[in-house]
């Protein structure tokens, strides 16, 4: 006799993760980006196909291998994000843990790289870069039934999780404090606060990324069921 066989609870379902950074070109060899491995996320993706669910997982650069069983689309900027995002929808699952960078050099990168001429750097002007989470979850037509955001912060952890979900439209953040620098960013572990629109809090204690990914796909297929 074998092995029972794995619980599978998002089968039929179509999920769509977002992970690793952005990266906003200055020139064709500087860029400006947010601190993120891609851990967690891919770790969420994986976690999702092993329950048996459609995934595709858009990702920036990272250095970590693809997760298995799933359709990975590679981007590099915040707004190629948003366009991969977009082509990936209908899902019935959103999971934005991708780090994207808040702002891109307001001028396009050219493909000549900028020269220091001893006169000092030049100022560089940004410009906001679309928010891809709140694009998503404000749709007025075919939004996923279940918006998941991440949020990383350093202080008042739940105080700005609940105003992010008020200001994105999302159902739930997965808040991670990220004040003890070096233990979650590039870590393998996390300690997570799952926030509701109600302000409901379930707090989970640390443990591997594989894990809350593990825990956190469960919790989510039961919230769709
Ligand atoms: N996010 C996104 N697109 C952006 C910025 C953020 O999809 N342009 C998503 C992230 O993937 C995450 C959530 O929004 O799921 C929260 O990101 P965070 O950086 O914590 O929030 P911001 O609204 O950018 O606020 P701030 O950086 O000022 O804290
Ligand atoms: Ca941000």
């Not at 920036?60 to 900027?77: A, H, K, L, N, Q």
């Not at 843990?97 to 006169?119: C, Y």
Request: hydrophobic share 50%.
């Amino acid at each position: 006799a074998g092995r029972d066989a794995a619980p599978r609870p998002l089968a039929g379902r179509r999920v769509l993760v977002t992970s690793g950074p952005t990266h906003e070109p200055i020139d064709p060899v500087r860029y400006i980006a947010n601190r993120s491995s891609g851990r967690q996320g891919h770790a969420i993706a994986a976690a999702a196909a092993r329950a048996g669910a459609a995934v595709t997982l858009v990702s920036g650069p990272v250095s970590i291998p693809d997760p298995e069983g799933v359709t990975v689309v590679r981007v590099e900027t915040a707004r190629e994000m948003l366009a991969a995002v977009e082509a990936a929808l209908p899902v019935d699952l959103a999971i934005f843990a991708a780090a994207v960078a808040d702002w891109r050099p307001e001028v396009e990168a050219g493909t000549k790289k900028i020269k220091k001429d001893g006169s000092g750097p030049a100022p560089l002007a940004l410009a906001e870069n679309p928010d891809i989470l709140a694009t998503v979850a404000r749709m007025a037509a075919g939004r996923p039934r279940l918006v998941v955001g991440f949020a990383a912060e350093t202080d008042s952890v739940l105080e700005h999780a609940r105003a992010k979900i008020a200001r994105k439209g999302c159902d739930l953040i997965v808040a991670n404090d990220v004040s003890a620098a070096g233990a979650v960013m590039g870590g393998t572990e996390n300690a997570v606060h799952l926030i509701d629109r109600d302000g409901a809090v379930e707090s989970w204690p640390r443990a591997g990324k594989d894990a809350v990914a593990a825990r956190l796909v469960a919790h989510l297929a039961g919230l769709l069921a």
